[in-house]
């Protein structure tokens, strides 16, 4: 799933690959749903302030790229879409996250709660045309919760 996919250019990367990519575009941005259909790809609009309607652990890999800043713009809470995330991300998919250092520095603080902690790797991108700033990019992998009694204490 590309939960901010503008234009559907991360599915258009991936359309010969044996996967398909359910494009996410805020309600505000519903017209490059058009241009995500002609280019012969799924998609829909969502507002990342609420739920997503999908069963638990549907996608193998999110991407989001500048979702966190644009829904702390928004006044919504961070945690509350890290904890949508976990939802919808079956055990042991991937997320790719790409903002602001600030807001992915905030967000490996919060990794631990959620499990996510198994696999991270973080990555400053080449500048260039899509690049808002000084940026990062966080790769996690969720890993199956194992509960021990030293969880429950």
Known sequence: MDMSASLGGFAASLKKKNVWVMNVVPFTESGKLKIIYDRGLMGTTHD?????STYPGTYD????????SEI????????DLL???DRILRTYGY????DKVDVVTYIKKLLPALRWDDWTFEMRPK??????????V??????LWN??????S
């Open 48 to 52: 990342w302030c609420e739920s997503f």
């Open 61 to 68: 890999l999110l991407h989001a790229w500048l979702l966190f």
């Open 72 to 79: 702390e713009k928004q006044g919504c809470s961070l945690e």
């Open 83 to 85: 904890i949508e995330m």
């Open 95 to 98: 997320a790719i996250i790409r």
């Open 127 to 136: 500048k260039d045309a899509l690049t808002t700033g000084d940026e990062r």
């Open 138 to 143: 966080l790769i996690v992998r969720k890993k």
């Open 147 to 152: 509960h021990s009694v030293q969880d429950l």
